[in-house]
């Protein structure tokens, strides 16, 4: 059974950094879209990064640009997000989902609903 694993959230000051980790079990990820969504309290969830874990592809929404890394180990079927020079409004609910490639990630990282299997959840909160 598929299933995706977050960790790394926690609680940073403004200008700080975390690195959130997606460990996925039941598949490998061979040819699949990986992405990283956020849900801030009151708003819809929104794709965040993502990454082709064939090509190694990435996409990133403007508000992250610059400041977050997203990376893939294909060999420990984990896919990282770093995140640097954290502001409050990234605080959210950070999820991890999967679903296989097909379109490219730049395509189907702003369109969630296109992505079928989703972790738990981690929360990071920036906060002074």
């Known amino acids: 059974q598929l299933q995706l694993v977050e960790s790394g959230g926690g609680l940073v000051q403004p200008g700080g950094s975390l690195r959130l980790s997606c460990a996925a079990s039941?598949?490998?990820?061979?040819?699949?879209?990986i992405g990283w969504f956020r849900q801030a309290p009151g708003k819809e969830r929104e794709g965040v990064s993502c990454?082709?874990?064939?090509?190694?592809?990435?996409y990133y929404a403007d508000s992250v640009k610059g400041r977050f890394t997203i990376s893939r180990d294909n060999d420990k079927n984990t896919v990282y997000l770093q995140m640097n020079s954290l502001k409050p409004e990234d605080t959210a609910v950070y999820y991890c989902?999967?679903?296989?490639?097909?379109?490219?990630?730049?395509?189907?990282?702003?369109?969630?609903?296109?992505?079928?299997?989703w972790g738990q959840g981690t929360q990071v909160t920036v906060s002074s």
């Open positions: 989902a999967a679903e296989g490639l097909i379109s490219t990630v730049q395509a189907m990282c702003p369109i969630e609903k296109i992505f079928g299997s």
């Open positions: 039941g598949f490998t990820l061979d040819y699949y879209a």
């Open positions: 990454i082709s874990s064939s090509d190694g592809s990435t």
